[in-house]
């Protein structure tokens, strides 16, 4: 098993995803734990030597800030904070997002500027190193003050509460830390702060979002260009010279995708009786490119994110400080969370659309794309699935990062909503995998019907699609074909 050492160097979007895809174990490198243990012992003499307060290490926390702390009770101050702070609701987070917030959150603590103790973050290590997974709740994090509520949910296994999902069950933490010949730890001052103040619940969410959303990316435009073939579109808009003008990078790229993979398609080089294609085909570059645009944004901010300090206060020991500030409010995250289910949501909307087009009856095609049409119905319903979903896109891409709403006696008095515009993204991303799906049955349908002349690679994504999902001769059962066509995108893209 490879392990990936985490060390001073910036980590990439792609190096996560590889770690994680790879099951890689991680490791944090010396220079980091040297960091972390300066940290600490800093900590540990500031609290030591001095009365001063200092907010959430010797104070209450929110509006308790000014309420002070003996020091014999900081470590049972730091339990209790993790303990009361664990009200998360609702669904689960999916397992392989918990493993993705338990890398971010250990990336975060090991820079050295949270004051954790190098053995909390080792116990990290080794719950992520061994698939030992936090049970985590969707609802609950204003996106603010941190995740507070799903990360004390991801803390509660260290100090021997919560449940840990071990092999896909739940187990009470403390019997798999007494399994495991592990001790609960007891919290120092300011790591209870060090694991709930953070970002790391809506940059899991953002990341994974990223990720699938270069995947979406492809895959449309893959698809798209079976359906441009199937309905007997034009290559013209996709042109060099008519997208460079533009100047629009994401325009610019998606045009060279289309050319690209349909080089060798006959079909786009046969005579065409029609003038021009409807906005669905004719406008991809523009609709997809504007989406890759948005898309490449993102991961620049979330790349930045997922290598940042976000919990608080912030310790610097070498200029003998300790701030107070609010690097864990979830704005940059918000707002780009709420762009990217747009971007994505568009891609989906275009894409059934389409959808819409190929099933018409035009361009020599039959209606609803099967023979005998009236005494079959064929594809008319997908499309009204298809139509179903992108209106329940629209809902979701309303903005949650445009709202707040005071907590904690109006001392925390403006929020990011940001783990709401995470979920939402989430259902998007699914949501667009569906629609994915659904506008590859109606193009490979539709490309039966053209008899030939496909693109190398078009034929080649055809072959490999119809050992899946086979051609529709005559009114059947459809979900289940569906769901197939789901499965299959979200494999091959």
């Not at 020091?71 to 669904?91: F, I, M």
């Not at 060279?256 to 993979?261: A, C, G, L, Q, V």
């Not at 080089?263 to 997809?288: G, L, T």
């Amino acid at each position: 098993m490879k392990t990936f050492v985490l060390d001073n160097d910036w980590i990439s979007l792609d190096q996560i995803e590889e770690i994680l895809s790879q099951n890689y174990t991680i490791s944090i490198s010396e220079s980091r734990k040297t960091a972390v243990l300066k940290c600490r012992a800093y900590l540990d003499d500031k609290v030591g030597s001095s009365d001063d307060l200092i907010y959430g290490i010797n104070t209450g926390f929110g509006s308790l800030c000014n309420t002070a702390i003996s020091k014999d009770e900081l470590e049972l101050l730091q339990r209790n904070l993790v303990l009361s702070h664990a009200c998360g609701t609702g669904d689960r987070v999916p397992d392989h997002l918990v493993k993705r917030m338990l890398l971010l959150k250990i990336m975060g603590l090991s820079v050295g500027n949270s004051g954790a103790q190098l053995e909390t973050i080792e116990r990290l290590i080794y719950f992520f190193n061994n698939n030992l997974l936090p049970v985590v709740y969707q609802l609950g994090s204003l996106g603010a003050s941190g995740d507070l509520a799903p990360l004390a949910h991801l803390s509660l296994p260290l100090i021997g509460e919560g449940q840990l999902v071990v092999n896909g069950k739940e187990y009470p933490a403390s019997e798999v830390l007494e399994k495991h010949g592990l001790e609960p730890l007891k919290l120092k001052s300011k790591e209870g702060l060090a694991l709930l103040n953070g970002t790391q619940f809506m940059s899991t969410y953002a990341s994974y979002a990223v990720e699938s959303a270069k995947k979406l990316w492809k895959g449309f435009n893959t698809v798209g260009a079976l359906s441009l073939e199937a309905y007997d579109g034009r290559i013209q808009p996709f042109g060099v010279q008519v997208n460079e003008i533009r100047n629009q990078h994401g325009q610019i790229e998606t045009a060279e995708f289309f050319r690209s993979i349909l080089s060798d398609s006959a079909i786009m080089e046969a005579p065409k009786q029609h003038v021009q294609d409807p906005y669905s085909f004719r406008c991809i570059p523009q609709v997809h490119g504007a989406s890759k645009d948005a898309i490449d944004h993102v991961a620049s901010i979330v790349e930045r994110e997922v290598n940042a300090v976000t919990d608080n206060p912030t310790v610097f020991p070498d200029d003998d400080i300790v701030v107070s500030a609010g690097n864990f409010h979830g704005q940059p995250l918000a707002i780009n969370m709420d762009y990217l289910a747009i971007a994505l949501a568009e891609l989906g909307s275009i894409s059934e659309r389409r959808v819409y087009k190929l099933i018409g009856g035009t361009r020599d095609l039959p209606a609803f794309l099967v023979a005998e049409p009236g005494l079959n119905s064929g594809f008319m319903i997908p499309q009204y699935t298809a139509a179903s979903i992108v209106s329940q896109n629209k809902q979701l891409c309303a903005p949650a990062s445009i709202d707040t709403i005071d907590s904690s006696n109006g001392q925390e008095d403006h929020v990011s909503m940001g783990a709401n515009a995470a979920t939402k993204l989430y259902r998007v991303v699914d949501n667009c995998y569906r629609l994915l799906g659904i506008e590859l049955m109606n193009a490979s349908q539709a490309a039966h019907f053209r008899n030939g002349g496909h693109a190398s690679a078009t034929s080649s994504l055809l072959k490999e699609y119809r050992a899946v999902v086979p051609v529709v001769e005559r009114d059947e059962y459809l979900h289940p074909l569906i769901i197939a066509s789901e499965n299959f995108v979200r494999e091959k893209f």
